[in-house]
């Protein structure tokens, strides 16, 4: 599981602009897309080699008794309690304020591993910027400028270092395991997780183990079916008693999200019976910039007149319109209708995920994409694009050669996009273009 840093602090103090730099790479490959809602508060980070979550825990007030900011508070919490580091920052342009005290005092009670950050600290000496935070007890302090990018790298690289030393075994036991295609499954609780869990596993030896060596009570349930290998991986808020799985009451974005970004291929389970939610709609909006292959399983779809389901086709054709990608399946977790056909979704999805294109095949693609409608000039040049290659899987990524590719707009990458899908029949993946210039 990738670790989780934190970001926490007081309003201003740069937690949205250093998460936007560690994030940012990601940033550029979600365009808006109609209906989809951004949640820029949490985000996946790479430095090098090394994958990380990432969490702006947004404005906090932990004295605040009700509103908005006490909710915030709680989510806070949360966060805080489910991250491997949490970094703390500070403004060393205005100084220490009693606000950062209170936050000091709750983090110390979290028993959390806390890094003290003090940004906006560019052109200024260590030895002063960093004086009065001492009085904070949290250590000698770290400082950044977010905005400039100095001593980001350096941080991070000491975040996950203190990460992995919180739990030193897990990264080599989980690559020693192959269990076929990985799936996670999300969903707000009560959609219907847990009963599924049963469904598909009930009838088989339950092999579920509980991983040791974790700070987390993580959960892997392998399972086989129809004669291939799957692994539900660490599903948010379900736990096993004895050989059922139980839903528990707490519903965690931090897990949600691990399980996301370590998937092949992500359910996202929707309660038919219910409105399609806020919280539906971030998550689904994380699963479309992480990348992983998707298909939507609208449950409990027994017991809905025609009409019902009629008007639920609806609202998900208006709300989810983003993810045009995913196949969507109608299943009765509980009933254990659909499910073999959610099943063959899932091995599509992961298919076309993984799929092998061809330097030949994906350049005479574009060639046909081009000769049906070329791209617009941009200022006198026309771009020209003159090979496709393969330059990733689980997302496929597309990478077009050629030059004054700039030019090339959104509309005409997106038009792109659709003409690949099509032709290598990609359904319930993300693609991804990119573009590059010889020159
Ligand atoms: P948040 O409320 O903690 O998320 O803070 P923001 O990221 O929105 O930043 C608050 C203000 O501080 C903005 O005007 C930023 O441009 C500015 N800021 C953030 N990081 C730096 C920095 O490293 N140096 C300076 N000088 N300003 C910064
Ligand atoms: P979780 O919190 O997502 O794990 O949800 P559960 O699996 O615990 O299910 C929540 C409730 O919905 C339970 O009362 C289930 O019996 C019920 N439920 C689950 N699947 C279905 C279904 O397909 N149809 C109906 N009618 N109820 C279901």
């Not at 692994?231 to 519903?251: M, P, Q, S």
């Not at 791209?375 to 694009?385: A, E, F, H, I, N």
């Not at 996009?417 to 099509?422: A, I, V, W, Y």
Request: charged residues 25%.
């Amino acid at each position: 599981m990738k670790p989780v840093i934190a970001l926490v602090g007081r309003p201003n103090v740069g937690k949205s602009t250093l998460f936007n730099r560690l994030t940012r790479s990601r940033d550029a490959l979600v365009a808006d897309l109609p209906g989809l809602t951004r949640d820029r508060h949490y985000g996946e980070g790479r430095i090098g080699e090394r994958p990380f979550l990432v969490i702006d825990t947004g404005g906090f007030e932990p004295v605040a008794k009700e509103g908005i900011m006490y909710e915030m508070a709680i989510q806070t919490k949360q966060a805080v309690a489910e991250a491997d580091v949490v970094v703390f920052l500070v403004d060393g342009r205005q100084g220490l304020t009693p606000h950062d005290k209170t936050i000091t005092d709750f983090l110390r009670k979290s028993g959390r591993q806390v890094m003290l950050v003090i940004n906006k600290s560019e052109g200024m000496k260590y030895t002063s910027v960093t004086a009065e935070f001492y009085e904070l007890g949290m250590g000698d302090p770290y400082v950044i400028s977010a905005a400039h990018g100095d001593g980001v790298h350096d941080l991070v690289n000491e975040a996950l270092d203190q990460a992995f030393a919180s739990r030193p075994h897990e990264e080599e036991e989980l690559e020693n395991q192959d269990h076929g295609v990985k799936i996670a499954l999300v969903g707000r609780p009560n959609v219907g997780k847990s009963t599924l869990i049963n469904t598909l596993v009930g009838e088989q030896r339950v092999i579920a183990f509980d991983m040791p060596g974790t700070t987390r009570d993580s959960i892997e349930v392998p399972f086989e079916r129809d004669g291939k290998q799957y692994t539900l991986i660490d599903t948010a808020g379900i736990r096993r008693r004895g050989k059922v799985f139980e839903a528990i009451e707490k519903f965690s974005v931090v897990k949600t999200l691990q399980s996301v970004s370590e998937a092949n291929v992500v359910v996202l389970m929707l309660d038919a019976q219910q409105d399609i939610s806020e919280q539906d709609a971030h998550i689904a909006g994380f699963i479309l910039e992480s990348g992983r292959a998707l298909v939507v399983a609208v449950n409990k779809w027994d017991g809905l007149t025609s009409d019902q389901r009629d008007d639920v086709k609806n609202t998900m054709d208006r709300k989810l319109d983003f993810l045009g990608f995913a196949e969507t399946r109608f299943i009765s977790a509980l009933k254990g209708t659909g499910i073999k056909q959610l099943m063959t979704s899932v091995d599509a999805a992961y298919k076309a995920a993984t799929a092998n294109l061809s330097t030949p095949r994906l350049t005479r693609a574009l060639q046909e994409a081009i000769e049906k409608q070329e791209p617009k000039r941009k200022g006198g040049t026309r771009p020209k694009m003159r090979y496709a290659h393969q330059g990733g899987q689980n997302p496929p990524v597309i990478v077009i050669h050629g030059n004054a590719l700039d030019g090339v707009t959104e509309p005409y990458k997106r038009y792109l996009e659709k003409h690949f899908r099509d032709t290598f029949s990609l359904i319930g993946t993300p693609l991804r273009i990119e573009l590059r210039s010889g020159k």
